[in-house]
């Protein structure tokens, strides 16, 4: 929910130049005119330039005091998100608590619609979105029982409202809401409710993909905005341009916009607004490649955002600057930048953003020539997958239970009313027992019969208890999106299993070559790009295509796994030695070859795979399955940074003791130049570069 306070005026000023110069006035000439001028004057103010506004409006405190209750309760909440604007929260939830005792202690729906509007802007801003949308519909629903008389107050809230819907998720109300305030808006407003309604909807359209619908609204909104001479009214709408521009892919005109909203911000020293639009600009030019003015917009932008003490900017700007650094390959200042940013992500715990971050910080590596590094960020950036993996399982693993509970609770609620309806029953049967004697033997089999039926229907009902057991066992084991085996099943499997599999595996074959198993560990090339181009819905899409070319291409005794995110691990448990390579080939064609149509649009993609033949031996030390899935990731990232679309596998060992496994594993790619570690290196179709064959060839 964006906070949007009210505007209760229209500005009249006769030419652009006076109206850009109006907030400055605006404090000035409230010393001479009358309160309710005051505060109309100052209402724009303080969405722009709050700590101007909260200058002005505390220099009317002992005016709004004796003041009615309208004109009390409209300085409440301008004071209030001054406060807010300003960054004393604190002091914003004691005005918002204020200003609802007051429409209470007074009965002023209005008051209290302002109050209750207010403390939602508060709340969200401390991050907590349930009861920031719960406060947001009941201002709703008391502004809207107010009367009709404050058009202004009912239009912000419907706002609020469709916002508070839209950040739950629910887009279909949301639009309903924002729809309805453009709707009042046109009936009742001026043209700055017009313009905060009309862009509130166009942004709602970019979130839902609309993007037609919500250049469209833009349009309206343009000529409105400069009807209002707002130069900080023409900002918000370039912001939203901005946001339609990139996810449109109009690259220029969404650096146009932010060039546009950046000059109207500055007219009017909106420093807040400022340093977001700095941070945009600086990252727009970094995806352009053009480092020397993306680091020049992240610089101004860490000192701007210092100003109006905004941490998440300051992170995200230095993030730009570490990466403009290295995109002009000065990789120990651009390091030491991105890690700063990142140090500040950590901290505040946004992991899934940490991740993204990671994923630009290694290709930023990448293109520095920096390999080392960028698997080095590749490693942090799957460890956090991972990580958030195992909490979106465990997540749903709890929604699950929490279901199964639920009916077994529903369950157990029909079986109470089916017992107390027998009760009744027998009660009703000694009544009657003792007045028609002749009934007797009737009422006796009327009885059996119904304990009969509740027989049957207790055996049915644990009879289907036992089949949701059963499939609450399966879903514990299987990933809830491709229906692969997870990695916990797995890990039991291993341990359980592994040795009667491999004496299996170590049969030869009718030609007399040796049965080995072999792991296969599989990476999605630039899968962050298909989440980024066409949403996380055709992420997933192509996630449970890949699982099926998985069981085409592989045996249906072979163990298929979503190993984490955009990974799937392999356990093939008899192969011909000889015929490792030919799988990870397979693989590799394979995956590349199938294609999903997706909303019109033909995807496929290609993976990148570690593997190696399943027992490895070092001298004479057999390796646990967990080291050897180890190698195979190392493998995997080899391939990863090598290039993509290609097979690295870790075929065996040199004979002797001369590297340790603890040395092999902390830089395989060294042990493999060295020639301790035999490598074969396997290419996708698709692949244009050449690898060499053998560590030899490779040095």
Same mark, same amino acid.
């Given at each position: ?104 202690? +007074? ?133 939203? +341009? ?44 970094? #995806? ?16 701007? %955002? ?40 950590? #901290? ?10 990671? !994923? ?34 465990? #997540? +749903? ?11 077994? $609770? ?44 509740? &027989? ?44 009667? $599999? ?31 181009? &066409? ?65 019109? %649009? ?31 990731? !190392? ?37 493999? $130049? ?10 996708? +179709? ?14």
């Amino acid at each position: 929910m964006l906070p949007l306070p009210m505007d209760t005026t229209r500005h009249r000023a006769g030419r652009a130049l006076l109206a850009a110069l109006w907030l400055l006035w605006a404090p000035a000439r409230a010393a001479v005119a009358p309160l309710p001028q005051q505060l109309a004057a100052i209402a724009e103010t303080v969405r722009f330039v709050p700590t101007q506004a909260l200058a002005a409006l505390l220099r009317l405190d002992a005016q709004q005091r004796v003041a009615p209750v309208a004109e009390r309760a409209e300085y409440l909440f301008l004071l209030g998100s001054a406060r807010r604007g300003s960054g004393q929260t604190a002091q914003a939830l004691a005005t918002a608590d204020e200003l609802i005792a007051l429409g209470r202690r +007074e009965h002023d729906d209005v008051a209290l619609a302002k109050g209750l509007l207010d403390k939602a802007y508060v709340v969200f801003a401390m991050d907590d979105l349930k009861q920031a949308h719960q406060l947001a519909w009941q201002a709703e629903r008391v502004a809207n029982g107010a009367g009709g008389g404050d058009a202004a107050l009912r239009i912000m809230a419907a706002i609020a409202s469709g916002q508070s819907f839209a950040e739950d998720g629910n887009f279909p109300a949301a639009l309903g809401k924002l729809q309805g305030a453009v709707a009042l808006a046109r009936q009742h407003g001026q043209p700055v409710q017009m313009v905060m309604a009309l862009n509130a909807l166009a942004y709602l359209y970019t979130q839902i993909k609309e993007y037609d619908k919500g250049f469209a609204v833009l349009a309206e909104a343009l000529p409105l905005a400069e009807q209002t001479h707002s130069p900080g009214r023409m900002a918000t709408l370039k912001d939203t +341009e901005y946001a339609l521009a990139i996810e449109t892919g109009q690259q220029e005109r969404g650096l146009k916009a932010l060039l546009a909203g950046l000059a109207y911000e500055r007219q009017i020293g909106a420093d807040a607004m400022i340093a977001t639009s700095l941070v945009n600009l600086s990252d727009s030019y970094l #995806k352009r490649r053009d480092y020397a003015r993306a680091l020049a917009y992240a610089t101004e932008a860490v000192e701007a %955002s210092r100003k109006v003490k905004r941490e998440g900017n300051i992170a995200t700007a230095s993030l730009n600057i570490g990466q403009a650094y290295l995109g002009m390959g000065r990789l120990a200042e651009g390091k030491r930048y991105v890690e700063s940013g990142l140090a500040w992500y950590d #901290k505040a715990g946004d992991k899934p953003e940490l991740q993204e971050v990671l !994923m630009e910080y290694g290709a930023a590596l990448e293109r520095a020539g920096d390999m080392a590094g960028a698997v080095q960020a590749y490693h942090r950036e799957r460890a956090l997958s991972n990580e958030l993996f195992e909490k979106r399982r465990q #997540k +749903e693993t709890l929604e699950l239970q929490e279901k199964y509970e639920a009916e077994d $609770r529903q369950r157990q609620i029909l079986l109470l009313q089916r017992e107390n309806d027998i009760k009744s029953a027998e009660i009703y049967s000694r009544r009657l027992e003792q007045r028609v004697w002749w009934l007797l033997a009737l009422v006796f089999a009327l009885a059996a019969a119904i304990v009969g039926i509740l &027989y049957r229907k207790v055996h049915n009902a644990n009879a289907q208890l036992k089949v949701k057991n059963q499939e609450l066992k399966q879903q514990s084991v299987r990933d809830p999106l491709t229906a692969l085996y997870n990695r916990r099943h797995f890990q039991e499997f291993m341990r359980a299993h592994l040795g009667e $599999r491999e004496q299996e595996a170590r049969r030869a074959d009718g030609a007399g070559e040796e049965l080995v198993g072999a792991l296969f560990l599989l990476d999605v090339d630039h899968f962050k790009h298909i989440n980024d181009s &066409y949403g996380h819905a055709a992420g997933d899409a192509l996630l449970k295509a890949i699982a099926d070319s998985l069981r085409e291409i592989l045996r249906e005794t072979d163990m298929i796994v979503r190993w984490g995110g955009e990974e799937f691990l392999a356990f093939l448990p008899a192969i011909r030695r000889g015929g490792v390579d030919e799988v990870a080939r397979r693989l590799l064609d394979g995956i590349a070859a199938h294609t999903i149509d997706y909303q019109g %649009s033909a995807l496929s993609v290609n993976v990148s795979i570690g593997f190696a033949p399943f027992p490895l031996v070092l001298g004479r030390q057999e390796l646990s399955w967990e080291r050897a899935v180890n190698l195979v990731d !190392m493998a995997l990232y080899l391939a990863k940074a090598h290039g993509r679309n290609r097979a690295y596998g870790v075929n065996g060992f040199a004979s002797g003791e001369q590297m340790s496994m603890e040395e092999i594993e902390q830089d395989l790619e060294l042990a493999w $130049r060295a020639g301790f570690v035999d490598l074969s290196i396997v290419l996708g +179709e698709r692949s244009c570069q050449k690898a060499p064959v053998s560590a030899l060839s490779a040095v």
